[in-house]
């Protein structure tokens, strides 16, 4: 649509809406604002930690013992209950901000037309058909068509991830095309560059491109990561087998004449001892500890489960700009006098030097050379930069960001005066236009005038006559044409982007200063190359990915041809260049055919794409059982960081919005940060797998001593062999401390050369599971031994109405103390698969060791100190005693070191059956 018809559709004229019409409009349209989710409370986060089925079974235990007269057991496991709760809430509640941010992002006043004069009103106030003004540093206030554009340039970074600030104007678009093309629009949350416009107002609120954002964050569900769903699985395993185990056990009871009390004990005690009680305390404890040491490699994590997620990503879904690369247009490349010279250093600080074709910093003399063309690219430029401040983390320009890679450039050489502009000043400017593709400025060189003029390279060539060669101006030949003209197209096909600088003395009367009588016969002087270089460091972590059989698929706003220049420096592909496809080719593709490339590929580029892209890819990939991390710093990169299984942002250069839809910001914008996070995700999964198994382990001895008891009871008559409130206590004193630091152990050799754990491959599948039953069976038959061969001892027969006695307390005592032993023994035995307790590696992990140290002590304060004794009913064991609890700790050390040889012994035979 002409401007005129797009003024005619919003009933609206140049002059601006009048008041009373607009205010009648708002009433339509509803306030120029992002719409807010429901927030959710702080009680609905609290109460939420009590929806585990574990809790909820322990709970019900709880109700259980007190409705039975079991204060104490009641008790224990309400304070367990509220302690879990409570450690989850404080490590989970993290307020949703990314729609508050996306407010702030937007937030200023307007600067509108009412009856043809310029007025400021609230941004809230806007509605179609108000006409806006704009100009350099505003934020656009809402979605508006360009009316008018006086060399207007847009940042849009943050809505399509181009680096390179947008030319506007308000030509008619007669094509289809996708937002980072559409020229004659201004879109709200963006900035300008330079120039200023009129523009239409053509949407607000929720109707703007931003506003689509916020609504497809909003409509963007959160998944469950891997370990959630794995903590669930085995969750509803276990409640199924207490529920079962516990009923079946509770009629067995009645039915040998045990009472309703005595039954209720038994099935309580089978409840508690299948329960892993302090698992969820453990897992957030870990979770967060590893949270921590991640912060202090600047990597923080603010969804605690996301923390493992890492350790299972299969695909790395990346933006390039910010993420890949540094957002920061930096020369790199120079042709000047015939030669070439290449240029170190990233982004805008002023740190580099100047190389020459053999790789040698350029002298002194050769500098003074450069000046001549150097000074003619800031002089021709409106940018500046500036060190790090209260709010910058780094040097950063203002203005637009080629001509600050220019000023950069200029101060890396030293050229540049800190007051060039006083001594030079611009007596004019003619701006830059996109019909022109140049821009020039006319500077005082004390009694002389100087005209300094950059553009692209065929713009410039056109008005040149003149080429400065040797220190001389010679005259401009074809010859040297279409030499430079082949040096443009190399250095475009590398995605740089090249500017070609000029100058021209000018005579001091004026009479220059007509434009087409001021930009001709220029000498020209080089060229200029520049792009949006990789990070450091992005090469080498994009390999570890490789090597960790992680594919990486890059999804960006900006050019193909730019876009597969960064993957092949990075080294995106080991299959040569990775196939790429537009955000067009995308809208055309059904969603079996996307998913048949996603999967087809271990590297893709997907260019010129739109929020909504970078969505449909994360679903398509999740629908293939993928567990996909995206990386973004733009709000273009919301919904999928909020749809991902886990959302990576730039804590440096990525926005407030993306920030706040990830579970992962890293705070050096570093990728090799990003891969030693993914290092430690699979340290603690396989961390947390040990604790899993261990604590199984120890469950499946208490529930054999219970098994035994109750047999024990129905057979012989005897008393049970360990109490509900001494199976809590086994968890609380015994147990948690080094389950917990068990978590601690380091990562092993060759962790990220594996690949990607296999999410059908459960914790507890069938070959750990028969190990649990095997070593927890063992554990408890022994406890059970120990608790017999006590009474054997004693000659005595301790019977139900026997279990407020000094020689039962002593007798459980005995019981508990073989299974707590036992289980310490487990825990440093479950450090390695097939190795020895007793390897190199034994003293790695010292604060597993100091747990165990500290476990024993409280175990001891537990059994003998006076009324902690007393309240969980032991009485202290005789040295005799400590020979049978020490000699089964022993039979199960050798037992477990006796399956880690046969394992050994296995894995040789295979090894060499493999080399043969």
């Known amino acids: 649509m002409t401007t005129k018809e797009v003024l005619q559709a919003l ?25 807010e989710d429901v927030a959710i409370s702080k009680w609905m986060i609290f109460l939420s930690q009590f929806k585990d089925l574990l809790v909820m079974v322990l709970i019900i235990a709880g109700f259980i013992s007190l409705a039975i007269g079991s204060v104490r057991d009641g008790a224990i496991m309400f304070i367990i209950v509220i302690i879990n709760a409570l450690i989850g809430f404080f490590q989970e509640y993290k307020a949703n901000k990314v729609l508050a941010r996306l407010k702030e992002l937007i937030t200023s006043p307007a600067k509108i037309k009412t009856d043809g004069e310029l007025t400021e009103i609230p941004q809230s106030k806007l509605v179609p058909g108000d ?69 239409v107002v053509v949407a607000t609120g929720m109707e703007t491109e931003m506003g689509k954002i916020a609504g497809m964050t909003q409509a963007t569900t959160t998944t469950q990561s891997p370990l959630q769903i794995e903590l669930g699985i085995l969750a509803k395993w276990l409640t199924g087998i207490v529920i079962i185990i516990s009923i079946g056990l509770f009629g067995v009871a009645l039915w040998q004449g045990l009472g309703l009390f005595m039954s209720m004990v038994y099935a309580l005690g089978i409840a508690v001892a299948a329960v892993p009680q302090a698992l969820p305390a453990q897992v957030t404890v870990a979770l967060a500890s590893t949270s921590k040491r991640l912060a202090e490699k600047k990597a923080v994590v603010k969804n605690l489960p996301s923390v493992e997620t890492l350790g299972s990503t299969t695909v790395i879904c990346t933006d390039k700009t910010g993420t890949l690369t540094k957002n920061e247009m930096t020369v790199t490349t120079l042709w000047f006098d015939e030669a070439e010279y290449r240029v170190t250093g990233i982004g805008y600080e002023p740190k580099g030097e100047i190389l020459d074709e053999t790789g040698n910093p350029i002298p002194e003399d050769k500098i003074k050379e450069l000046e001549i063309m150097l000074d003619a690219a800031t002089m021709a430029s409106n940018a500046e930069i500036h060190p790090p401040d209260d709010e910058h983390s780094g040097w950063y320009p203002i203005g637009d960001p080629t001509e600050a890679a220019l000023i950069t450039l200029s101060m890396k050489a030293g050229t540049r005066s800190p007051k060039e502009d006083e001594e030079n000043p611009e007596l004019y400017e003619f701006p ?98 520049m792009i949006d270089p990789p990070k450091e460091g992005v090469k080498e972590a994009i390999a570890n990915c490789h090597q960790a059989k992680i594919r990486i698929i890059v999804m960006t706003g900006d050019h193909a041809i730019t876009a597969q220049a960064i993957g092949k420096e990075i080294g995106l592909s080991e299959e040569g260049d990775p196939p790429t496809y537009t955000g067009a080719q995308m809208e055309k593709m059904s969603d079996r055919e996307l998913t048949e490339i996603l999967m087809s590929h271990k590297s893709i580029i997907f260019s010129r794409v739109a929020p909504e892209d970078k969505l449909r890819i994360v679903k398509l990939l999740e629908a293939q059982d993928e567990v996909v991390a995206v990386t973004g710093d733009g709000v273009n990169d919301a919904p999928a960081l909020k749809r991902a299984a886990i959302g990576v942002a730039m804590g440096q250069t990525g926005t407030d919005v993306a920030k706040e839809a990830a579970e992962l910001v890293l705070l050096d914008d570093s990728f090799p ?72 152990d380091p990562p092993d050799e060759g962790i990220m050369k594996m690949p990607p754990r296999d999410r059908s491959d459960h914790i507890m599948n069938l070959k750990n599971s028969l190990e649990v039953v095997f070593l927890g069976g063992l554990m408890g038959t022994l406890a059970f031994l120990n608790f017999v061969m006590f009474m054997k001892q004693q000659g005595i027969v301790l019977t139900p109405n026997m279990m407020t006695t000094p020689a039962f307390a002593r007798a459980t005592a005995i019981t508990y103390l073989t299974i707590a032993y036992c289980q310490f023994v487990n825990i440093l035995s479950r450090r390695d698969d097939t190795k020895s307790l007793f390897n190199k590696n034994f003293f790695s992990n010292k604060i597993l060791l100091a747990s165990i140290l500290w476990s024993i002590m409280m175990v001891f304060a537990g059994i003998y100190m006076p009324y902690i004794s007393d309240f969980l009913r032991f009485k202290g064991p005789q040295l005799s005693d400590w020979l049978f609890i020490l000699g089964a700790s022993g039979i199960y050390l050798a037992v477990y070191e006796a399956i880690k040889l046969f394992r050994r012994v296995r894995r040789g035979e295979r090894t060499s059956t493999t080399l043969r």
């Open 673 to 744: 940060t990003l891969v030693e996070a993914v290092k430690e995700g699979r340290t603690i999964y396989k961390n947390l797998r040990k604790t899993v198994l261990a604590s199984m382990t120890t469950n499946m001895a208490e529930l054999m001593v219970v098994l035994l008891g109750l047999a024990g009871v129905a057979m012989k008559n005897w008393a049970i062999p360990i109490l509900a409130i001494q199976i809590l206590a086994i968890d609380l004193l015994a147990e948690v401390l080094p389950l917990t630091c068990l978590t601690f």
């Open 432 to 529: 830059f236009d996109s019909e022109r593709k140049r821009m020039s400025s006319v500077r005082k060189f004390g009694d002389r005038l100087q005209l300094a003029m950059k553009g692209a390279t065929d713009s410039v060539l056109s008005v040149a006559k003149y080429i400065y060669r040797d220190g001389k101006i010679l005259p401009l030949t074809e010859e040297d044409k279409e030499k430079i003209q082949k040096l443009n197209e190399a250095w475009s096909k590398r995605a740089l982007r090249v500017l070609a600088i000029a100058f021209r003395p000018l005579e001091a009367d004026g009479q220059d200063y007509v434009l087409e009588e001021t930009e001709k016969d220029v000498v020209f002087l080089g060229l200029v190359g």
């Open 11 to 35: 009933g609206t004229s140049e002059n601006g809406l009048p008041r009373d019409e607009a205010e009648k409009r708002l009433q339509q349209y509803g306030p120029n604002e992002i719409a």
């Open 131 to 199: 006409i806006v003004y704009i100009e350099a540093g505003d934020k656009i206030p809402a979605d508006i068509r360009i009316l008018e554009a006086f060399n207007l340039r847009i940042n849009e970074f943050s809505l399509t991830g181009e680096s390179v600030s947008q030319e506007k104007n308000n030509k008619t678009i007669d094509h289809e095309c996708i937002l980072a093309d559409r020229e004659n629009m201004a879109y709200m949350g963006t900035t300008v560059a330079s120039g200023s416009a009129y523009g």
